[in-house]
């Protein structure tokens, strides 16, 4: 996959994910420390290397080429990724967030689930594209 792919679908599960901060239940419950977290270029970098080293996984792993490996991977790393930010983060308001807030609420699951399945439709298709070309 072409480097331009990688940064589209950083950029796409970025914005995602933000979304899922911002208009998830804590909207009105101080997620904006998340919310510029999420956009920072540090999240960024994380997905896109995230999308080079899964192709790395799957290029060794034959076992692993189908939609719902990518998106379970990808849930696995979405998680990883924000656990890192709550724990890391020396944001009060970041601090204040408990684990079961982000990870115990449904609609937040819900739509962190769908992110990866989107991500990893994404990846598929444009792994799908290549073999075409």
């Not at 990808?74 to 020396?90: G, N, P, Y």
Request: glycine residues 6%.
């Amino acid at each position: 996959m072409k480097l331009k792919q990688h940064l589209f679908l950083a950029l796409i599960i970025t914005i995602l994910l933000t979304i899922a901060l911002i208009a998830g239940p804590g909207a009105s419950s101080g997620y904006g420390g998340l919310f510029f977290l999420m956009i920072s270029p540090i999240v960024w970098i994380a997905f896109l290397l995230w999308g080079l080293i899964l192709q790395s996984i799957i290029t060794k792993k034959k076992g692993l080429q189908n939609v719902t490996s990518y998106a379970i991977l990808t849930l696995l790393i979405i998680v990883m990724v924000l656990a890192a930010l709550l724990t890391f983060s020396s944001d009060p308001d970041i601090r204040s967030i408990s684990y079961e807030e982000i990870f115990l609420d449904r609609l937040t699951l819900i739509f962190f689930i769908t992110t990866s399945t989107v991500y990893g439709l994404l990846f598929w298709l444009f792994r799908k594209n290549i073999g075409k070309a």
